[in-house]
């Protein structure tokens, strides 16, 4: 198996590596609020932090139910990002309007779309939708995105994330391949779900904490959506990038490619 990458691959997992590594919108959305993302969370009730993750992983479940049997396999040759991006604005604008209220409402419709744009981002670099570990690594793409409570600097890489969602992965892909999805008869599933969750929760409290602002409105959530989904996009563009190239040279190869890029940024920084 080829070791050494060509100049075009090396450039394409250099592009990935600072999508990737980079996955923080808590500043952009700082710039929007006009206040520290940190003091607009510590204004959410107690009771609603709880609530939040509830609408998270119900809204995972149903673009997981979206990805599983709704998603097909249409050649896409360049991603619709601006069209998903636009539907994403517009639900954002019924968060910013009604507040917390609009989230259970909002959230579901939000990532649905976004599951849209990164399977259309998947199939761009030449995933199969028919394959349902591609379904699931659709999924992923919310908890490559976001971070955990639980997570520090040796935890948060983009290798650590997949090595820690592998296996649920597997045994949510084996089980899908049979079986129709339901929370009570699919605990690999739901297990998968639930990791995904927790790294998603994260970046949707933030999303939620901001549009809750009562100054902030419909234009401003729709601007909020507009970042959280642009910030997806560019999770997703970079991640199916490297399975792309591990195709061509394999994991590992591409693994010690992706290393030696961050440690030459981290030289050059």
């Not at 107690?46 to 673009?63: D, F, P, V």
């Not at 139910?65 to 990002?81: K, Q, T």
């Not at 009570?184 to 790294?199: C, D, G, H, M």
Request: aromatic share 8%; charged share 20%; glycine share 8%.
């Amino acid at each position: 198996m080829e070791t050494s990458l060509s100049d075009i691959h090396i450039q394409e997992l250099t592009t990935a590596v600072e999508l990737l590594e980079n996955p923080s919108i808590a500043a952009k959305i700082t710039n929007v609020i006009g206040m520290p993302i940190e003091k607009a969370i510590d204004f959410l009730p107690e009771n609603w932090q709880a609530n939040i993750g509830k609408i998270t992983q119900k809204s995972l479940i149903k673009a997981t139910e979206a990805a599983i049997w709704s998603l097909d396999d249409i050649e896409v040759e360049h991603p619709s990002n601006a069209w998903h991006k636009f539907g994403a604005a517009l639900s954002g604008g019924v968060g910013g309007f009604f507040g917390l209220a609009g989230l259970a409402v909002e959230l579901p419709v939000s990532t649905t779309i976004m599951l849209r744009s990164i399977a259309d981002i998947a199939r761009s670099q030449g995933e199969s939708l028919s394959d349902y570990e591609t379904k699931l690594a659709c999924m992923e793409v919310f908890a490559l995105g976001g971070e955990s409570t639980a997570d520090d600097d040796a935890e948060s890489g983009y290798f650590i994330v997949r090595a820690a969602l592998a296996n649920s992965i597997t045994e949510a892909s084996r089980y899908v391949a049979t079986k129709k999805i339901s929370e009570e008869s699919a605990p690999a599933l739901v297990k998968f779900i639930v990791n995904v969750a927790t790294r998603f929760n994260v970046i949707v409290t933030e999303k939620a904490a901001a549009q809750a602002i009562p100054a902030i409105g419909a234009i401003g959530g729709g601007i909020i959506n507009t970042l959280f989904i642009d910030h997806f996009q560019d999770v997703a563009k970079g991640h199916f990038i490297v399975r792309r190239l591990e195709r061509i040279y394999g994991p590992e190869v591409i693994q010690a490619w992706y290393t030696a890029v961050m440690d030459l940024k981290t030289q050059e920084a």
